[in-house]
């Protein structure tokens, strides 16, 4: 299968060259040519495979000249770390069903993909013989995630950004206590808006990114997105063996990256399966705000909350959906992106009631995530993070007829001050959490300026 960009700049690439690029070179992100499509009949059969042989057909759709058994292998090494043999487990809490994704070796969504990613990421420079540096920027769990799937392996280096002192205490010490040589971490002073743009400025540098052989871990890689799509048909293939035709999905977001994995999945499954998306924000509401009102502009500054990986005013992923949106117009993308860039705001009321069909949105404040922590505690028995609790909290506000699976994107224990504050104790930590303060940690923390990040690049960039 061949990829193209959201900007329509570039030749197609196959799927070796979108496992190993970012942006493309005009600056867009790259998408299928042609979307496929699961076939009815194939529904049935798949509802009884494991979590790992579904992700062999899904990806398989995706994945163009590389030989079945080698992916195969990929995938069966890439999750052979999670805690559950299910490896993303769909549980009942009440009238909702939570989908846990927080089984893998950092406790995080972000796993799910990144341990695929680290794998396919070495099988392409094993076959080409070559290196890479890979750079990215973090709200909080994809930064752990993508050191755990990359640390120790040849011939890739790995460099992450996140903002200095704006993730959970957890969050920044899974990272920085990973003292692999090939592991640099960078803590900017400033938001994740910030590390992500200096990612992005480094991308967009031609030159640059080509001598130094920058590779892409944020969700602007498009093999993330598509490892993510798997959890998607596996909890909707789990409800349909129980009876159900139609399902909801919950999905705490700021990054727009989750989310438009379940729109891809809501596209190739046959129509009705997944009927509707709730998108949920924390009150840095710009995605909120884009599917109520159509208004998807910057307002203000970033606001720190509970829910710390959602705290996003410029959703990367959105781009991509873009795409869809103004039914593959890739010059209409291209206008709309420069516009934004260049007054922060983008009028989109005109598609609302298309948006509308797949989504639906609610912001949740401080306040209402605390409170859904504590009830759905004292209720059910159960722990929710505060970034679940989000989706919890806009599931239950707008919830139909059909069941809602809300994604649980990380474990109650890497949040410790907000469950702390819900249910009025600490939160007993999970063995591979609890002797992080005494371990060494190493981080640069330096300016959100893109010239030292650069500069701290070539100094130490495998070439």
């Avoid at 009830?375 to 909290?393: I, R």
């Amino acid at each position: 299968m061949n990829y193209i960009s959201t900007r329509g700049g570039i030749a197609p690439v196959d799927f070796s060259q979108a496992v190993m690029m970012g942006l493309a070179r005009d600056g867009g992100l790259l998408l299928p040519e042609h979307l496929p499509s699961i076939d009815p009949a194939l529904l049935n059969a798949w509802q009884t495979l494991s979590y790992q042989h579904l992700a062999l057909e899904v990806l398989s759709l995706f994945t163009g000249e590389m030989p079945r058994a080698d992916l195969e292998d990929l995938i069966e090494r890439a999750y052979s770390s999670f805690r559950h043999p299910q490896v993303t487990p769909l549980r009942q809490v009440g009238g909702l069903h939570i989908l846990e994704l927080f089984h893998g070796p950092t406790f995080a969504f972000k796993d799910v993909a990144l341990q695929l990613l680290g794998n396919l990421f070495e099988y392409e420079l094993k076959k080409s013989g070559g290196c890479m540096n890979i750079i990215g920027a973090t709200s909080g769990d994809t930064g752990s995630a993508a050191i755990y799937g990359v640390r120790g392996r040849k011939g890739i280096n790995i460099f992450i950004l996140h903002p200095h002192g704006r993730t959970s205490p957890i969050q920044a010490l899974q990272m920085t206590t990973v003292t692999d040589a090939n592991v640099f971490n960078i803590a900017v002073r400033g938001t994740f808006d910030d590390a992500q743009a200096i990612v992005k400025t480094l991308f967009n540098d031609l030159d640059f990114r080509d001598t130094y052989r920058l590779g892409a871990i944020n969700s602007i890689n498009w093999a993330r997105v598509l490892a993510q799509v798997v959890y998607y048909v596996f909890a909707y293939l789990k409800l349909r063996k129980s009876g159900f035709d139609s399902v909801d999905f919950s999905v705490p977001t700021g990054n727009f990256g989750d989310i438009f994995a379940g729109y891809m999945a809501k596209r190739l499954l046959p129509a009705g399966c997944i009927n509707r998306l709730i998108l949920a924000t924390n009150s840095n509401d710009i995605l909120a705000r884009f599917v109520n009102q159509g208004d998807y502009s910057i307002a203000g500054a970033v606001s720190p909350t509970f829910s710390p990986s959602m705290d996003i005013q410029i959703a990367s992923n959105f781009e991509r959906y873009l795409y869809y949106l103004f039914n593959e117009d890739s010059g209409r993308v291209k206008a709309e992106m420069e516009r934004f860039s260049a007054t922060g705001r983008m009028d989109l009321s005109g598609c609302i009631e298309e948006v509308r069909r797949d989504f639906a949105a609610r912001s949740v404040s401080e306040d209402e995530t605390i409170a859904t922590i504590r009830q759905t505690h004292e209720e059910h028995g159960y722990l929710l993070d505060p970034h679940t609790a989000v989706g919890v909290k806009a599931a239950l506000e707008l919830k139909e007829e059909r069941p809602v699976v809300c994604l649980a994107t990380a474990h109650p224990a890497k949040f410790g001050d907000a469950v702390r504050k819900a249910i009025g104790k600490e939160v007993e930590l999970p063995p591979a959490l609890a002797g992080l303060s005494q371990l060494e940690s190493r981080c640069e923390v330096m300016d959100a300026e893109a010239a030292l990040i650069r500069e701290h690049l070539r100094t130490n960039a495998l070439l």
